[in-house]
């Protein structure tokens, strides 16, 4: 029954603004109706929009947005209570995990004045790095203790030395 009614007041303004009488023809009705489609397309191509705090609906007429008079601003509400903030995080060293990674303590102080516990996190342990250039030669140490005396030797009289063949 809505629709019906629709497509009546669609019928009614389509002869009231084109100065014909009422009810219309079949060729006036199905051009009513095509334009009131048209019209309907192009409003549901060019939704609201919020300009300057205030909505701004599509005028098919004008082919261009107009200003609703609608604010698209809400009313302010109460001012809420003041939330709990972060004054300091202190992250200090706590061990050596088993593959060598650094393991931190996580404390974060707040306005209210508590400590919080956070737990513990690790830093992998890097990669090995390169090695680094060879450093200048140091300089001469000073002169070491003697050594003990060492054994006798023994005396070679002579030497043959005999040619191979």
């Given at each position: 029954m809505l629709f019906n009614k629709t497509i009546r007041n669609?019928?009614?303004?389509?002869?009231?603004e084109h100065g014909l009488p009422y009810?219309?023809?079949?060729?006036?009705?199905?051009?009513?109706?095509?334009?009131?489609v048209q019209k309907y397309a192009q409003d549901n191509i060019n939704?609201?929009?919020i300009r300057?705090?205030?909505?701004?609906i599509w005028d098919s007429e004008t082919s261009d947005y107009k200003d609703s008079g609608v604010s698209a601003n809400g009313t302010e509400g109460p001012k809420g209570d003041t939330g709990v903030g972060i004054t300091d995080v202190e992250?200090?060293?706590?061990?050596?995990d088993a593959q060598g990674g650094n393991v931190y303590q996580l404390e974060v102080?707040?306005?209210?004045q508590k400590t919080i516990e956070a737990g513990t996190f690790t830093a992998p342990r890097g990669p090995q790095g390169l090695t680094g250039i060879q450093g200048p030669v140091g300089p001469t140490g000073p002169e070491g203790q003697r050594g003990p005396q060492g054994l006798q030797g023994v005396s070679v009289v002579s030497v043959s030395v005999i040619p191979l063949e």
């Open positions: 669609i019928l009614i303004t389509y002869a009231s009810p219309l023809t079949v060729e006036q009705s199905f051009n009513a109706v095509c334009e009131w939704p609201p929009q300057d705090g205030k909505w701004y992250v200090t060293p706590h061990s050596t102080k707040t306005t209210d």
